[in-house]
């Protein structure tokens, strides 16, 4: 059974900067892509990183290229978003997801990902 669960979600001021993790179970990253979402207030849900099984490189969209970082630990069955330099609109509750066939994790395409944890809150601001 594919379970995800997200934390390190919280309340940062511009500049600052938090790391989200993703604990996953029930599948490998070796056949599934896992990515990061989100969803602000008001607006639909967004793709922000992904880490394809196709050929093991990470995807971001680009408003958060330079500044948020995708890594893994495979013994922990973890991944992380590395989020620097955070923005106001950055704020969103975010998620992780995953998916087998890979394609959706190349164009950060949430309708595409199959499962999803809950969410975690990030806030940026003064």
């Known amino acids: 059974q594919v379970q995800l669960v997200e934390s390190g979600g919280g309340k940062v001021q511009p500049g600052g900067s938090l790391r989200l993790s993703c604990v996953f179970s029930g599948f490998t990253l070796d056949y599934y892509s896992l990515g990061w979402f989100r969803q602000a207030p008001g607006r639909e849900r967004e793709g922000v990183a992904c880490?394809?099984?196709?050929?093991?490189?990470?995807y971001y969209r680009d408003s958060v290229k330079g500044r948020f970082t995708l890594f893994r630990d495979d013994a922990k069955n973890t991944v992380y978003l590395q989020m620097d330099n955070l923005k106001p609109e950055d704020t969103a509750v975010y998620y992780c997801?995953?998916?087998?066939?890979?394609?959706?994790?190349?164009?950060?395409?949430?309708?595409?990902?199959?499962?999803w944890g809950k969410g975690t809150l990030v806030t940026v601001s003064s």
């Open positions: 997801a995953t998916e087998y066939d890979g394609s959706a994790c190349l164009f950060l395409r949430p309708d595409g990902m199959h499962h």
């Open positions: 880490i394809s099984n196709r050929d093991g490189n990470g």
